[in-house]
């Protein structure tokens, strides 16, 4: 019987591994590769702020999971995993119609991401809205339109005041995205759509924006949020959420039509104590350098649900990003196809290429690493092309050099025949 590894959770680092494995080992005949998620297709979760503002169409960027484990040679379950036993080396999944089903294993990969972390914060969890999942995303875009529809409709202009509480990566690109998006709808003709009826406000509670990053690029992504009218608040925590605004740590509070929660993240809930497999205090699996988990050298994990130390002497741990994900991902095929043949595994090491912090049409800003590990602040329309990139790298990952290629041509025909921003 052939190898049988298991993948559950295809995000990033899940669906690049399944996609490597299927081309190498599934391939030749030496494992059976499968890949499980909730969802039927994939969309890259650093782009969620961009569906969210209605500048990029799920529906047409998307991967559907079943043409591309049939392209690459692995197979697809559709389900949710609710449980596991590791003595017989199975998985639980739950079907949408709630039904259950047992998924057999010899090497499991769980990818199953991060979500935001509410940190207990009374009101959150009824009166935020998330950026977690594409149907979020969509739920917000969704309420946007409805807002500028109605508005346009009734001849009327109402403020919409929106609070984002979290300055790191993803609440930084939704407040330019968010900007960027009543610009263009603006242009479509909608009344009462426009830059001055936003009023966008961005709350950190700590001392400045960005914080994984150098302060100057801090100060250069705040500078340009407040020239676009953004209210950036640091140093101000969130005590609680409610129906219509957000009570400060400080007793002030600030008024919002929409509150969106965008700090901290934290694994699934299920993996706390899944199977006596040891977490740490925001769910992350713990996993050795080889990505084993620490209770389970059958189990192995990556990208955000996994706690990996940076070196041996544990000093820290691999952050939570999309690059760390997508390296897991490829040395994890090379070492599992090491695994089958009865050889050491590889040990992995996180290289930190930089960051960068997409404005909309507006910037881009980096930190890039260069020589000697020394991180190099850039900004215009070199960044932006940078940030542009990045997607496309993701692509040439799962589709190859060529078809990435005409994807993005297709890509740039398509903007000449469909409007800016999905108006529906």
């Known amino acids: ?53 209605g500048s990029l169409d799920p529906s047409i960027d998307e991967l559907n999971y079943f043409a591309q484990a ?73 309420q946007l339109l409805a807002r500028y529809m109605r508005a346009h409709a009734e001849d009327a202009s109402n403020p919409l005041r929106i609070a984002i509480v979290g300055a790191g990566a993803t609440g930084v690109e939704l407040c330019a995205e968010l900007q960027h998006a009543v610009r263009v709808i603006e242009g479509y003709g909608l009344r009462h759509a426009s830059p001055d009826i936003l009023q966008v406000t961005l709350l950190e509670a700590g001392p400045r924006i960005l914080p994984v990053l150098n302060q100057d690029v801090s100060e250069t992504v705040h500078s340009g949020l407040a020239n676009l009218g953004i209210d950036v608040r640091v140093n101000t925590a969130v005590k609680e959420v409610k129906a219509k605004g957000v009570v400060l740590a400080d007793g002030g ?36 350098r080889t990505l084993q988990t620490t209770i389970d050298d059958s189990i192995f994990a990556i990208g955000d649900c996994a706690s990996c130390p940076l070196s041996d002497e544990g000093a820290g741990t691999v952050p939570p990003r999309a690059q760390a994900a997508h390296q897991q991902a490829e040395m994890l095929s090379r070492s599992l196809a090491l695994r089958i043949s009865g050889k050491p595994l590889l040990k992995f090491n996180y290289e930190d290429r930089g960051t960068l912090i997409s404005m ?25 092309t940078l940030y542009m990139s990045l997607y496309r790298l993701h692509q040439v990952a799962l589709f190859g050099a060529t078809r990435a290629l005409l994807k993005a041509f297709s890509d740039l025909l398509q903007r000449k025949t469909r409007p800016r921003l999905k108006l529906h």
Request: overall charge positive; hydrophobic content about 45%; glycine content about 10%.
């Open 253 to 288: 509070a600030i008024s919002s039509d929409l509150t969106i929660w965008a700090a901290g993240i934290k694994a699934p809930a299920f993996l706390k104590g899944l199977s006596g497999l040891e977490t740490n205090r925001i769910n992350q699996l713990l996993v050795r």
């Open 360 to 384: 909309a049409s507006f910037n881009a800003v980096g930190a890039l690493t260069g020589l000697l590990g020394r991180k190099n602040v850039t900004e215009g329309l070199f960044a932006r």
């Open 1 to 53: 019987m052939k190898h049988r590894v298991l993948i559950v959770g295809g995000g990033a680092g899940g669906l690049e591994l399944a996609t490597r494995l299927g081309k190498t080992l599934g391939k030749q005949k030496k494992a059976a590769i499968t890949l499980v998620d909730a969802n039927l297709t994939h969309i890259w979760k650093p782009l969620l702020h961009e569906v969210a503002a």
């Open 70 to 142: 049939k392209w690459n040679h692995f197979s697809f379950q559709f389900g949710r995993m609710v449980g596991m036993d590791r003595e017989r080396k199975v998985v639980l999944l739950a079907s949408s119609d709630g039904d259950a089903r047992e998924v057999p294993y010899d090497t499991l990969v769980l990818a199953v991401g991060s979500q935001c972390n509410d940190f207990g914060t009374v009101g959150v969890q009824d009166h935020c809205q998330f950026l977690d999942s594409r149907t979020q995303a969509e739920k917000l875009q969704k």
